[in-house]
């Protein structure tokens, strides 16, 4: 079985080139290097590849070698139709997806991989806005959230950091910032057809595994194979408050919050009046107050099983 990776060196402000110049020297297998050369490449080149196995009819394995952004790039990128393998070496700061999906960590677990492949389709979730559509793996959402992530990707203080390798603090000052600068919102969200109504949201969050942010454990219930999604609502929060929140949400703490709604669901409409900026696995699309729709879809890619590694994985 051939194998692609597909390999962002700037992941983890530049972890994503150690972390492959060490694997590269460790494989002892024939593969196929990918290094993207700008940010959508890697969805560009997961696109390529699966289309090309399709035609052959062959199975292969791609690895993402990054962090969230760039595995949320090769699974939008990859044919619905295609049964690659999809394989995951983190490198980023945030590394949510490896939390809860299965990925390599050596190059001996791609070797004993490659010996017996095997491994599970998952549950992908898909957002409709306008007349566009975007997969997310890990979770997608609108308000507080993506201002800050938006934020912390245009601040000089990211700029500087990055320099030193410590770009993930500045989602600590981007938070801080974003605290005094955000407007609480309306929101109307419609839970397989049911109608919930909040009037001071901070963010409303659809996940697809537990983790979101860099390990805070938002959706605690959440499993990527179960046929469904969670949706949470934090509503109601005074600005100090909506801080601790943020400590609580690393242990799962913060479900017994009142100001904290969460539901089990297939397919969620969210509707805001004022213009919002939105994501999906932390890549900020853009700002809008038109309806979004997430559902849950399931494609025919294949998570690789680590044979290593004990699943944290619900059989079904
Ligand atoms: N050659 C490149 N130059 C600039 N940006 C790139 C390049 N290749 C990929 N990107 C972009 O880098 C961004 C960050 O990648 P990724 O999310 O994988 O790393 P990270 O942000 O460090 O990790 P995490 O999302 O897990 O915190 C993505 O939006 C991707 O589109």
């Not at 940010?39 to 696109?47: P, V, Y």
């Not at 052959?56 to 690895?63: F, Q």
């Not at 190059?107 to 549950?123: C, H, R, V, W, Y």
């Not at 669901?265 to 997430?294: C, Q």
Request: glycine share 8%; charged share 20%.
């Amino acid at each position: 079985m051939e194998v692609h990776f597909i390999i962002n060196e700037k992941s983890g402000s530049g972890n994503g080139r150690k972390v492959w110049s060490k694997l590269k020297n460790q494989l002892n297998i024939k593969f196929f290097e990918h290094i993207t050369q700008f940010s959508g490449h890697a969805l560009q080149l997961s696109k390529s590849i699966s289309i090309e196995f399709l035609k052959r009819n062959e199975k292969a394995l791609i690895v993402a070698v990054g962090g969230d952004g760039t595995i949320h790039e090769v699974i939008n990128g990859i044919d619905p139709q295609s049964k690659l393998y999809i394989g995951f070496v983190k490198a980023g700061s945030g590394n949510d997806f490896s939390r809860t999906f299965q990925s390599f960590e050596t190059a001996n677990d791609i070797e004993q991989f490659l010996k017996t492949p095997s491994g599970s389709k998952m549950d992908c979730g898909q957002l409709v806005y306008f007349e566009e559509a975007r997969k997310f793996v890990n979770n997608a959402g609108i308000g507080f959230d993506a201002f800050v992530t938006l934020k912390a990707s245009h601040s000089k203080i990211k700029r500087l950091l990055n320099k030193i390798g410590l770009g993930k603090l500045s989602y600590g000052f981007s938070t801080i910032i974003a605290l005094f600068t955000f407007k609480r919102f309306n929101v109307e969200v419609e839970v397989d057809g049911n109608l919930y109504n909040f009037n001071k949201a901070w963010f409303v969050t659809v996940s697809n595994q537990p983790y979101f942010g860099g390990g805070m454990k938002l959706s605690p219930d959440s499993k990527p194979n179960d046929g469904e999604l969670e949706v949470t609502i934090v509503n109601n929060l005074t600005h100090l408050k909506l801080l601790l929140l943020f400590v609580t949400v690393f242990f799962g703490a913060h479900t017994k919050l009142t100001a904290v709604t969460q539901f089990k669901g297939k397919t969620f409409h969210v509707r805001v009046s004022d213009p919002l900026y939105f994501h999906t696995d932390g890549e900020v699309i853009g700002s809008t107050n038109a309806s979004l729709t997430y559902q849950i879809i399931k494609e025919n890619w294949i998570c690789v099983d680590n044979n290593r590694k004990s699943t944290q994985i619900i059989e079904i």
